[in-house]
């Protein structure tokens, strides 16, 4: 039998989970966990590049992602699952990468400067840009390398960091003559993004998302209050489900050919309204997320299970990263 590929990917602990992160990222997880040997890990250092100074829900956040994580079946007995600061040799490994990663390489990191954009718009006064912050995308390559992944499931946002990283490993491959690390690739998410409610971007500070752990009454309400097809007055007016960007394109994501063809007909027939579509949509989301939904209130009510699940999964990370430590301190020739 050939060696599972490596697969690392992470996420910031930014609290409750949607939908968005559901299809755009946990499904795809889910899937591949089976593919590939993998880490997940919950970035709370990167959390802490930006938020340096509102760590009082930190915890918090870090559990609710663990929690939706485990019930959207992202499994432990498939997936090394650790908290990124409780595997303390990819901290260590940063300091290598940051000595060998020019200045301006990180400088010219497109995402980087978005964050420093939203930084400053934020009002943050003191904070404009911390040297933590300019470090993200090398602590990003430390993450990559201290597993020696061969690739990286991530949105096309976070490709010039995969690209980042092959670039910090040729040049640590380089100086320390060593073909040590192997030169990760993205391995992209076919996913479409999930639109939020209003039809904007999914996100949680639009408040505009729908959350896994929300209950079935908040869900219905929430989709119930979604924009349609603005030309359509009466019940009975031929509906267009291409102007109906938000609720056709829920259908299209929660339902299997056969109904998505059922709403358009009668849509541009009018001969469905669209409150009656929507309730009719808000009952089959809630159906699919009822399994996720109450695995995640019996984790919910045993946090004591998810820090355990938390802990093996670092303890277990952190004997694999020590092992590339070690080939990292001897190539670099360290005392
Ligand atoms: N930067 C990623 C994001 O904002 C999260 C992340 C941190 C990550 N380290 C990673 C993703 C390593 C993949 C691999 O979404
Ligand atoms: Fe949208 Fe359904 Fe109304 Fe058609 S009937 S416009 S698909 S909500």
Same mark, same amino acid.
């Given at each position: 039998?050939?060696?599972?590929?490596?697969?690392?990917?992470?996420?910031?602990?930014?609290?409750?989970?949607?939908?968005?992160?559901?299809?755009?990222?946990?499904?795809?997880?889910?899937?591949?966990?089976?593919?590939?040997?993998?880490?997940?890990?919950?970035?709370?250092?990167?959390?802490?590049?930006?938020?340096?100074?509102?760590?009082?829900?930190?915890?918090?956040?870090?559990?609710?992602?663990?929690?939706?994580?485990?019930?959207?079946?992202?499994?432990?007995?498939?997936?090394?699952? &650790? @908290?990124?600061?409780? %595997?303390? +040799? *990819?901290?260590?490994?940063?300091?290598?990468?940051?000595? #060998?990663?020019?200045? !301006?390489?990180?400088?010219?990191?497109?995402?980087?400067?978005?964050?420093?954009?939203?930084?400053?718009?934020?009002?943050?006064?003191?904070?404009?840009?911390?040297?933590?912050?300019?470090?993200?995308?090398?602590?990003?390559?430390?993450?990559?390398?201290?597993?020696?992944?061969? &690739? @990286?499931?991530?949105? %096309?946002? +976070? *490709?010039?960091?995969?690209?980042?990283?092959?670039?910090? #490993?040729?040049?640590? !491959?380089?100086?320390?003559?060593?073909?040590?690390?192997?030169?990760?690739?993205?391995?992209?998410?076919?996913?479409?993004?999930?639109?939020?409610?209003?039809?904007?971007?999914?996100?949680?500070?639009?408040?505009?998302?729908?959350?896994?752990?929300?209950?079935?009454?908040?869900?219905?309400?929430?989709?119930?209050?979604?924009?349609?097809?603005?030309?359509?007055?009466?019940?009975?007016?031929?509906?267009?489900?291409?102007?109906?960007?938000?609720?056709?394109?829920?259908?299209?994501?929660?339902?299997?050919?056969?109904?998505?063809?059922?709403?358009?007909?009668?849509?541009?027939?009018?001969?469905?309204?669209?409150?009656?579509?929507?309730?009719?949509?808000?009952?089959?989301?809630?159906?699919?997320?009822?399994?996720?939904?109450?695995?995640?209130?019996?984790?919910?009510?045993?946090?004591?299970?998810?820090?355990?699940?938390?802990?093996?999964?670092?303890?277990?990370?952190?004997?694999?990263?020590?092992?590339?430590?070690?080939?990292?301190?001897?190539?670099?020739?360290?005392?």
């Amino acid at each position: 039998m050939t060696e599972k590929k490596r697969i690392v990917s992470g996420m910031r602990p930014t609290g409750k989970l949607h939908l968005g992160h559901y299809f755009g990222v946990l499904a795809n997880w889910k899937k591949l966990q089976s593919e590939y040997d993998s880490y997940f890990f919950i970035a709370d250092w990167h959390a802490l590049t930006t938020k340096f100074d509102a760590t009082d829900t930190l915890c918090d956040n870090v559990l609710n992602v663990a929690l939706d994580w485990l019930a959207c079946g992202i499994d432990p007995e498939h997936s090394t699952i &650790y @908290v990124q600061s409780m %595997v303390p +040799q *990819i901290a260590q490994l940063h300091i290598y990468l940051s000595m #060998i990663t020019p200045q !301006n390489w990180v400088e010219r990191d497109p995402t980087l400067k978005d964050m420093a954009r939203a930084l400053r718009e934020g009002g943050h006064s003191e904070a404009q840009v911390s040297y933590g912050l300019l470090g993200y995308p090398v602590l990003m390559s430390a993450d990559i390398m201290m597993f020696n992944a061969h &690739y @990286v499931p991530v949105g %096309v946002d +976070q *490709i010039p960091h995969v690209e980042l990283t092959r670039d910090i #490993i040729r040049r640590f !491959n380089n100086t320390y003559k060593t073909d040590f690390f192997i030169e990760p690739e993205p391995l992209l998410t076919q996913i479409p993004l999930m639109k939020g409610i209003d039809g904007n971007k999914m996100g949680k500070s639009f408040n505009n998302d729908i959350k896994i752990s929300d209950d079935e009454e908040t869900t219905t309400k929430k989709i119930m209050s979604a924009i349609t097809d603005r030309s359509r007055l009466r019940r009975d007016d031929p509906g267009h489900p291409e102007d109906c960007e938000v609720v056709f394109d829920y259908w299209k994501i929660f339902s299997d050919e056969v109904k998505i063809e059922e709403i358009e007909g009668l849509c541009r027939m009018g001969q469905i309204g669209c409150a009656q579509c929507k309730r009719e949509l808000a009952k089959r989301v809630n159906e699919l997320l009822a399994p996720i939904r109450e695995k995640r209130r019996q984790l919910c009510e045993n946090p004591k299970v998810v820090r355990e699940i938390l802990l093996e999964g670092s303890q277990k990370a952190q004997k694999d990263a020590q092992i590339v430590l070690d080939k990292v301190k001897e190539v670099v020739r360290m005392y």
